[in-house]
């Protein structure tokens, strides 16, 4: 109608200038707004880097020391208890369990209550006395033989030390007694033992708690969840519904991991095969509970990835796959046990390594059994009935 | 209580009373009453945001009521939202059966969540029925619009249920398959279904035997189509002729003209009060060639002046 209406459309058909800039800027300032709406990927920000800080910067102590030990004591004597201390004073070991037999003892060991045991023969201090040199046995869990490896290679000098004192002997070099270290369940200190049995429970659960944590979400952006809502079906029945296929599918990637390791890395399983399968499927539901609790409390796909990712790195941390999990400090150690990958890799590793029978894993199956529960009653609780 | 009023309870599948529900502070739907007769179709009309599907999502249990209570089908709709739910089809204003699950898939899934014995029996019949045979396997998010609402009407009326509860279901299908969804809506309320729809357009409005008008969540009329055009108390003239559009300027906001609106090739002047609507009018009446009639306001005549009366009142 008006001149400028008429000279206007050449005008738009131009390229205008800075377009780039204008448009990527246009793209910028959106998607600003965007995150800044985005609350929860706003604390993850802030959450992740600072969470993996700490958990690197305090927990993580590759030479572990005040590892719980066991001691089976067949003499009481003043060298015996001289022997203990010196032991103690290393920083190395704490005792935190006396045995009086051996199967005892073994049995401590292969539940991983303890990663050491010390054993002062009958007649002990008798036998110093007369030069026999008698022998002292320290058994290791050398599964991990980070943990195990730096308190046995300083296991001679430093003892002989701190012996020296006390015996009153002259001279150092000649020990009263020999030391008899013995690595227990990995006496070549292979890692690929002690990793490829974490690994397992580790893929685990990176892949059940994707597979799970974004269900709920997206059948909410789907607009799936209002027909579904208004059918009758339970909060329970949709997350059994959503939960077992995914056992099925955890357990062949289960095997295949398990597979790989035995044949390709020549793994052991020294314990059951079937008990093997039992407790990874638990370990299995376990995570797939967590993951379906995660997708029912986040808002959207993303931030059920970011919880899920929130998980995940202190699970790897935490758990004793990556570090000895005796070496972290007590606050960290707590934190772990509610993780299920640190059960679930005391259970593999003693299963495979040690030929664990269910007696010596009844700890670390019923903290599996909790956390599910707990998990499930609190999806079930958060599970929104309505679209209130 | 007489014989007289437990046999009319068994004829209304939906009665409702002081029904109100709030968002984040604000009202949505406020002290809605109403009655739907069993076997009959119930209208739903009004603008966007009016709180039609809020006021859905409370009787089928989508959404606790902040006030008010009600029965649907005979259940309490606070407390046996699990036996509504069994009884009542509800199909959603966007499509939300499963995108990536076939026709007959979703036909499936529906039938064994309701725990029809023969789920896939049910699910090929009812293919049958909608028309969809053919299309059995394709996927549900490929088809088309008005194959996909087809499909949402034959999942919501699998289980048997006694009441469809219908969010806009023709919005965005094309006019033949709106007649046709219409023509199976009047077979399911001949075989004694009761159905509950919420539309934009006026003609379906007309193919209600009911209807309610809610506007700002409040219920501004109810009844038969001519009853609520007769309580509307408006006046209309139709107006034909050359330059109606100077002719609606001119009009717009004088004294007793309350609503101009053009239809087609002709001009629809309102008014509350007819006295001073034909006062204003009256100097207009012979000039220019235009012809002036009085006539009956249309349905959309009498909803828009609601619509701009709750205006005044609600906000």
């Known amino acids: 109608m008006s001149a400028t209406d008429t000279v206007h459309p050449v005008d738009e058909a131009r390229e205008p200038a800075f377009g780039f800039w204008r448009r990527s800027y246009a793209m910028l300032v959106k998607e600003f707004i965007q995150l800044r709406r985005d609350r929860v990927s706003f604390a993850m920000i802030v959450m992740i880097p600072v969470m993996q800080l700490l958990l690197f910067g305090y927990a993580i102590n590759t030479t572990p020391r005040h590892l719980p030990t066991a001691v089976l004591i067949q003499e009481d004597s003043d060298l015996a208890r ?119 429970g580790t893929i685990l659960t990176m892949t059940m708690l994707i597979f ?116 972290m400090p007590v606050w960290a150690q707590y934190l772990g046990e509610g993780l299920p990958l640190t059960h679930y890799i005391r259970i593999v590793r003693a299963i ?37 | 209580m007489s014989s007289v009023s437990t046999t009319s309870a068994a004829d209304i599948a939906i009665k409702v009373d002081g029904l109100s529900k709030s968002f984040g502070g604000r009202e949505v739907v406020h002290d809605l009453s109403m009655q739907v007769k069993r076997g009959s179709i119930y209208g739903f009309l009004g603008p966007n945001g009016s709180g039609k599907t809020t006021t859905i999502r409370m009787l089928c249990g989508l959404l606790t009521p902040d006030a008010g209570e009600g029965t649907c089908l005979g259940y309490d709709i606070r407390r046996d939202a699990d036996k509504i739910k069994r009884l009542v089809g509800y199909m959603t204003q966007r499509f939300s059966l499963y995108q990536d699950l076939s026709v007959r898939e979703n036909l499936e899934f ?28 394709q996927l549900a998010g490929e088809l088309s619009g008005g194959w996909k609402q087809r499909l949402a009407l034959g999942a919501c009326t699998l289980p048997n249920p006694q009441l469809l509860l219908l969010d806009e279901p023709t919005a965005g299908v094309d006019p033949k398959a709106r007649r046709d969804f219409w023509n199976e809506i009047h077979a399911l309320a001949a075989e004694g279904l009761t159905v509950l729809v919420s539309t934009h357009y006026m003609d379906e409005a007309e193919r209600c035997h009911e209807i309610a008008y809610i506007a700002y969540g409040h219920l501004l009329a109810h009844g038969t189509v001519d009853e609520v055009i007769a309580k509307s108390a408006l006046s209309t003239y139709t107006v034909s002729g050359d330059d109606l559009n100077g002719l609606a300027v001119e009009l717009a906001g004088k004294p007793g003209v309350d609503m101009v609106a053009p239809f087609g090739t002709s001009l629809h002047v309102s008014g509350r009060d007819k006295s001073v609507l034909e006062t204003t009018i009256a100097p207009y009446r012979d000039k220019r060639g235009w012809r002036w009639e009085d006539s009956e306001p249309s349905l959309e005549d009498v909803f828009i002046d609601l619509m701009n009366r709750s205006k005044d009142n609600f906000q």
Request: proline share 5%.
């Open chain 1, 212 to 327: 799970t944590a974004l269900s709920v979400t997206r059948e909410i952006e789907r607009g799936t969840m209002e027909s579904l809502l208004s059918m009758p079906i339970k909060p329970v029945e949709v997350m059994f519904g959503k939960i077992i296929p995914y056992v099925i599918v955890g357990f062949v990637q289960a095997s295949l991991i398990v597979g790989i390791g035995v044949l390709l890395f020549g793994v052991p399983i020294l314990g059951s095969v079937a008990l093997l399968a039992a407790l990874t499927t638990l370990f299995i539901t376990t995570n797939l509970s967590i993951g379906y609790t995660f997708s029912t409390i986040v808002q959207n796909q993303l931030q059920a990835m970011q919880m899920s990712m929130m998980f995940f790195l202190p699970s790897i941390l935490l758990s004793g796959f990556m570090f000895p999990f005796a070496g």
């Open chain 2, 110 to 137: 529906v039938a064994r969540l309701y725990g029809m014995r023969d789920a896939r029996g049910a699910a090929r019949d009812m293919i049958r029925r909608i028309g969809l045979s053919g299309r059995e396997e």
């Open chain 1, 82 to 200: 001289s022997v203990l201390k010196a032991l103690e004073n290393t920083k190395y070991f704490r005792f935190t369990r006396e045995v009086h037999s051996v199967a005892e003892f073994d049995d401590l060991l292969q539940s991983g209550k303890v990663l050491f045991g010390v054993e002062i023969p009958r007649g002990f201090e008798r036998a110093v006395r007369r030069g026999d040199r008698p022998a002292l046995l320290v058994a290791a869990d050398a599964t991990d033989p980070v943990a195990a490896g730096s308190a046995l290679g300083t296991l001679g000098a430093v003892v002989q030390t701190a012996l020296a004192h006390d015996l009153h002997i002259g001279d150092p070099p000649a020990m009263p007694f020999e030391i008899r270290a013995h690595a227990r369940y990995n006496p070549a200190a292979e890692s690929r033992l002690n990793i490829v049995p974490g690994l397992v």
């Open chain 1, 352 to 388: 495979m390594l040690k030929g664990a029978a269910p007696s010596n894993l009844q700890y670390d199956t019923i903290a599996l059994i909790v956390l599910m529960l707990v998990a499930m009653t609190i999806a079930v609780t958060r599970f929104r009935r309505t679209l209130d």
